[in-house]
């Protein structure tokens, strides 16, 4: 029939419907179990309300709870309920927007006196009742200016901004209605509030108007929502059990490193036992470096602006760095990113084929402004060392050397104890030109080569568009940490655009002049940031190769310090950071205190061990204690050393 539709479902039968049929109609024709369950619909790849008529032939997918997809659009809809409380409680309130994120969702709001931690018990108790109301998300359309005229005689002016922002004068507006509260959105939405089964409102932050600090100052409130109140619990106590694990908090408490107030945010001051650990994380990767066939540089920390104006930094990048510097001679800029350097060294002299690939590595520490409100202890700093590589290679063996770097960032992921990752291809939006360097010959060239590795090597990934480097796609290793959180740190980057602005070359074997492909990597991300993943993986817990101090003798009294001594000897001939407490405390007292450090062994000796050359050893995160000959403590400490394992 001329008015009937075609639909495709996803278990490859069809059906022929009326046009303007719903699929929430499709739905209820399969089964009332499904209709039931259904909370957003999609159709040709497009979310789309249970309640949108289909007016043409599609493909199309009811989603229910077992669809991640439709989680989004939940917590999408859980962000309207928060709204659509806070008017009813406080209805002089302007709204901004109020998306999804990975763990929950939040909304701007402009009010001038401040949410109070008891508003928001108020809030969640409204948002409760209606819930229970099954107030549907009703779409209409508005044309455009009587949309403008209501948002504005309300003086939503966020709303009026959004409106002029992503609609043309000509269009009808989409408003999602949810009880009193009206909203400027696309949607889709799940088809009632009495869907929303479990909620919680988490923190108030602030957040200024469009991210500009001349705008007023809005109040976000960050709320998170589940299917099941055992997901939502489950949540909740994963967040606890982060705030035990805060690198904040742990670094104060194990004296790692501080921020000081006189020096300025952003910049970390590392502490001796910080510094130790840093060692090792700088060791380990240097000698890394040598193994894999790079070669170590090091580049000055102040250079001409004129080299980021050649390698485009400062037509992508200026915003995110410190000033220029005048001095008598040019323009200086503390520096950015260490790739520049890096081509410096290599344009320093000609190279051949044979030559290639070169691989430069650096710990290089590099400065970028970041603005007050984002910085967060290690994870987010003004101050930073990367460790940064750069290899140079011919077209046939980029393919090699993106692989090797895969490998070589998912060996530093495992010897640092971390067994689980995310990989995400982030490629290119050819819709946003301006963002990028290149032509579309060349992205498309790099984005396949960075394909063919992950294929090859039989890697699971996601592609995200218009999230690549303005020179060049990249693939991103994220890891999971010991309570599930991902953490984004490793990258390895194609890029064809340096080169050439730089006019690299290479001899080819015909003896002609061409120009070097460029990978650019860095596994730790920064020396800091991965820093504050460890501690808060390990809750500061280090693995004895780590750890600051690896053992501390404890002498029972006066007349066994001398043994203690003899032993720690016998320990720091093998390389243990050990330390002996002869302090006149009591016993218990000093046990408690470097049990409190996460110290992995303390040895207590007295009359007993002294005599039998024997210690014992108390093992963190176990509650019996063991005696063991101190020779063969020495032994199993120092395996445990050498094969770096994450077990004490």
């Known amino acids: 029939m001329a008015d009937n539709i075609h639909i495709n479902l996803p278990d490859g039968s069809t059906k022929d419907v009326p046009k303007g049929t719903t699929p929430l109609d499709v739905a209820k024709s399969i089964s009332p179990r499904l209709a039931d369950a259904a909370l957003v619909a999609k159709t040709n790849g497009d979310l789309v309300d249970l309640t949108r008529p289909l007016d043409k032939d599609t493909d199309l997918r009811i989603l229910t709870e077992r669809d991640p997809e439709a989680l989004q659009v939940y917590r999408h809809s859980s962000a309207h309920l928060l709204a659509a409380a806070v008017l009813e409680l406080f209805p002089e309130t302007k709204l901004g927007h109020g998306p999804a994120t990975e763990n929950g969702f939040f909304y701007d709001f402009y009010r001038p006196t401040p949410f109070t931690p008891e508003d928001l018990q108020k809030i969640e108790k409204k948002m409760q009742e209606l819930a229970q109301q099954n107030i549907p998300y009703a779409r209409e359309f508005f044309p455009r200016e009587e949309g403008l005229e209501k948002f504005k005689a309300e003086g939503d002016f966020m709303k009026c ?161 410190f000033d220029f510097m005048e001095l008598d001679d040019a323009e200086y800029r503390v520096k950015p990113m260490n790739c520049p350097g890096h081509i410096l060294i290599y344009k320093d002299s000609l190279r051949s084929y044979r030559d290639l690939p070169v691989r430069l590595g650096e710990l290089g520490t590099v400065y970028r402004y970041e603005r007050s409100g984002v910085m967060h202890g290690l994870l987010r700093v003004r101050g930073f060392t990367q460790d940064d590589a750069h290899i140079f290679c011919t077209p046939e063996q980029i393919e090699k050397e993106i692989a090797d770097c895969v490998e070589f960032a998912r060996d530093v992921l495992r010897d640092f104890g971390f067994d689980q990752f995310q990989t995400e291809l982030s490629i290119w939006d050819p819709n946003d030109r301006k963002s990028y360097v290149g032509s579309e010959d060349q992205w498309n060239m790099a984005t396949a080569s960075l394909e063919s590795v992950l294929k090859r090597m039989k890697i699971e990934y996601k592609t995200i568009p218009g999230e690549a480097a303005f020179y060049g796609p990249k693939i991103d290793i994220k890891l999971v940490d010991a309570i599930g959180r991902l953490w984004q740190l490793s990258t390895v980057q194609f890029d064809f655009n340096l080169p050439q602005r730089f006019e690299l070359e290479y001899v080819a074997e015909d003896g002609s002049r061409k120009q070097p492909l460029m990978v650019h990597r860095a596994l730790y991300g920064s020396v800091e940031r991965f820093f504050g993943v460890l501690i808060e993986h390990y809750a500061g817990a280090f693995p004895v190769w780590l750890s600051p101090v690896q053992a501390v003798m ?37 046990i408690r205190e470097h049990a409190m450090q996460k110290v992995p062994f303390l040895l207590v000796v007295g009359d007993k061990e002294s005599e039998a050359g024997n210690v014992n050893v108390r093992t963190r995160g176990k509650e019996k204690t063991e005696d063991m000959p101190a020779a063969a403590f020495v032994e199993k400490i120092k395996k445990l050393i050498v094969d770096k394992t994450s077990q004490t």
Request: net charge positive.
């Open 554 to 590: 404890i002498p029972i009294s006066e007349r066994h310090a001398e043994y203690a001594n003899k032993v720690a000897a016998q320990l720091k001939a093998v390389g243990v950071r050990v330390d002996v407490d002869a302090r006149n405390e009591k016993m218990n007292a000093k």
């Open 161 to 321: 901004h959004f409106i002029e922002q992503f609609t043309q004068p000509d269009e009808k507006i989409s408003i999602y209605k949810t009880g009193k509260f009206l909203d400027f959105c696309r949607g889709p939405h799940i088809p009632s509030t009495g869907k929303i089964k479990a909620f919680k409102l988490l923190n108030i932050a602030g957040a200024y108007w469009l991210g500009d600090e001349k705008n007023p100052q809005l109040q976000r409130i960050y709320g998170t929502s589940f299917f099941s109140k055992k997901d939502l619990d489950a949540y909740l106590n994963s967040i606890e059990e982060a705030k035990k694990r805060d690198h904040r908090v742990l670094g104060k408490q194990l004296d790692l490193f501080s921020i000081q107030e006189l020096a300025g945010p952003g910049l970390i001051f590392w502490h001796p036992k910080g510094g130790i650990i840093r060692k090792e994380m700088e060791d380990w990767m240097r000698e890394q470096y040598v193994k894999r066939g790079y070669s170590l540089v090091y580049t000055p920390h102040v250079m001409r602006r004129q080299l980021f104006f050649t390698s485009g930094h400062e037509g992508y990048y200026a915003q995110n760095f």
